[in-house]
């Protein structure tokens, strides 16, 4: 299944903010790029110590960004915009 394709389907150009709760990089991924331009990804998901997640540098220069949230870190407002 190709979740990136299903989020822009169910919303044309993405979601606003979307979460990842398991810590497995493939759906950080995922989750990252089902992003609008200018919005946020948060990792909630805690994954082995040495986890890498790439993703690609253009949506990061198109303003998408990822934070990560443990024990309640994220200020709700600023991480994830209405």
């Known amino acids: ?3 990136v ?3 822009n389907a169910a919303v044309p ?3 606003d903010f979307s979460s990842d709760c398991v810590g497995r ?4 991924r995922q989750a990252f790029e089902g992003l609008k331009v200018m919005d946020t990804c948060g990792l ?3 994954p082995p ?3 890498e997640v790439s993703v690609p540098m253009q949506a990061l220069l198109s303003g998408r960004r990822m934070v990560g949230i443990i024990e ?3 200020t709700l ?3 994830f915009p209405r």
């Not at 990089?25 to 950080?28: H, V, Y």
């Open 13 to 15: 150009g993405g979601v």
């Open 5 to 7: 394709a299903e989020i």
């Open 44 to 46: 909630l998901g805690v």
């Open 49 to 51: 110590y040495g986890t």
């Open 25 to 28: 990089p493939a759906i950080l």
């Open 77 to 79: 407002r600023p991480s």
């Open 72 to 74: 309640g870190t994220a």
């Open 1 to 3: 299944m190709d979740v």
